[in-house]
């Protein structure tokens, strides 16, 4: 019986990996802005679909070109272009623009409708103190789950 359980100890059995779901590479810049933009929108991402979300930094790149090239599924941009669709605008410049991975990939299907919902509720009046904090010394992430949480929007 010994030599049974020593056996078994020996015998390696593989690990489960852990399953992880898609994800969307949001592009922005360094400022306090964009930031809180980004911990705001990835947080409704997430509570509202399950989807997780990456943030890239562009630092100088520009974010239309980052998105013609494919480099990342969404981006702030202090203009909307005609070839991305915009889905939050309300809070003011910046805008959220994507590209169409986001808006054609079956894993994404919930995605582009819960962020019209933010848009809808977003207004630059709300969202300007949320900025303001945030380049006050807040912690973006911090900020932006308290002030979805205030607003009853998770």
Known sequence: MLVLAVALLAVRVPVAQACFGPKLYIGLSDTAEQRVFYALVALYIKEKTGVETVAVPLEDADPLRALQEKRVDMAFAREISQDFTPLVTAAGAPYLLSGRRPLEELQFTTVAPALQRLDRL????LFAPLAAEVAAGAPPA????AFLMRQRWI
């Open 142 to 145: 911090a900020a932006a789950r």
């Open 122 to 125: 977003l207004t630059p009046e």
